[in-house]
């Protein structure tokens, strides 16, 4: 999926291959993603939210994929839960929104 990522980023536009491209791929990203976690937690989580942003940027264009990301939201939760524990957040929130698709937000705690 990091290369039709790419395309997109270098592009500037979400062609309607690419959509379908990265939507074949996601599934396959997230395993990706949970087998790196604990190597590169904070890898995992950044290949995490370039997905997540490309999957809203493509829900822009094609209004339906929200009903794929909201099948999908057990399994980016399992995957957060594991990048969370390694990188030391206190937490995060799955956002769901219309038409924009998902945010998350991962928080840290303040030491003194």
């Known amino acids: 999926m990091q290369i039709v990522i790419q395309k997109w980023l270098s ?3 979400m062609r309607p291959e690419l959509i379908e491209q ?4 996601f599934q396959n990203e997230l ?5 790196i976690t604990e190597k590169s937690p904070w890898l995992a989580y950044t290949r995490l939210m370039s997905s997540i942003s490309f999957l809203n940027a493509a ?14 939201i057990s399994d ?3 995957a957060l839960d594991g990048i969370v524990k ?3 957040a206190s937490g995060y ?10 945010s998350i937000s991962v928080s840290f ?3 003194e």
């Open 11 to 13: 592009e500037g536009v």
């Open 22 to 25: 990265g939507l074949q791929m």
């Open 31 to 35: 395993r990706e993603i949970k087998g």
């Open 59 to 72: 829900a822009q264009q094609r209004i339906g994929i929200i009903d794929r990301l909201l099948n999908w």
């Open 76 to 78: 980016i939760k399992d």
């Open 86 to 88: 390694k990188i030391g």
């Open 93 to 102: 929130s799955i956002g769901v929104s219309a038409p924009f698709g998902l």
């Open 109 to 111: 705690s303040v030491k």
